[in-house]
């Protein structure tokens, strides 16, 4: 008998690391969304931080203090996500993430409104949903797919959002 609760204990503590195991290993491509992902958020943060201070029109203002709340919570969602599977992500914006928010940084009035309507409200939202779209139907890990999914609806209505407003703005 003490065999076998003995034997049954060591099969559950076999099975609890073996999903341990599971968890802190992602596929390359699952590493590869929330990597992508994360410099995708920081971005449309950052940009928004700038934008909140920038910024010439008030909608502008109120879209990109929209932006850093909602932006904020999927933020710490992925960082969540990552953390679990032992995914580092990167803590600088790499590429023309960066080129367009040093350019960002150099314009003011009118000008910044519309390179960032333009590059982060529309382009950086077109982008994201399709990266989510991508990791919703592609995704390995079950969590990363569920993640993807119902961040995609959000994104979705942040580029709805950032179409009418640059209707609104520069008609």
């Known amino acids: 008998m003490k065999y076998l609760a003995h034997l049954l ?10 999903v341990n195991a599971q968890v802190g290993n992602a596929s390359e491509r699952d590493a590869r969304f929330l990597k992508e992902a994360a410099n995708s958020g920081l971005f449309e943060m950052q940009a928004s931080q ?7 029109q008030e909608r502008i203002k ?8 909602e932006h904020e919570k999927i933020d710490g969602d992925l960082k969540s996500l990552a953390f679990a599977r032992k995914i580092e992500l990167s803590i600088n914006l790499e590429g023309d993430r960066r080129d367009t928010l ?13 390179r960032y309507v333009e590059h982060v409200a529309i382009q950086a939202h077109k982008h994201a ?5 991508e990791a919703y139907e ?4 079950e969590e990363i797919k569920a993640f993807a999914g119902k961040t995609l609806e ?6 709805q959002h950032a179409q009418n407003l640059e209707a ?3 008609r």
């Open 9 to 18: 204990f060591s099969l559950a503590l076999a099975a609890a690391s073996t």
């Open 50 to 56: 700038l934008a909140i201070q920038a910024a010439g």
């Open 62 to 69: 109120e879209f990109a203090r929209m932006m850093l709340v």
């Open 102 to 114: 040093d350019a960002l940084q150099q314009e003011t009035g009118p000008d910044f409104d519309k």
């Open 129 to 133: 949903v399709m990266l989510f779209t």
């Open 138 to 141: 592609k995704a390995d890990d």
């Open 154 to 159: 959000t994104l979705q209505q942040h580029l």
């Open 168 to 170: 609104a703005a520069f």
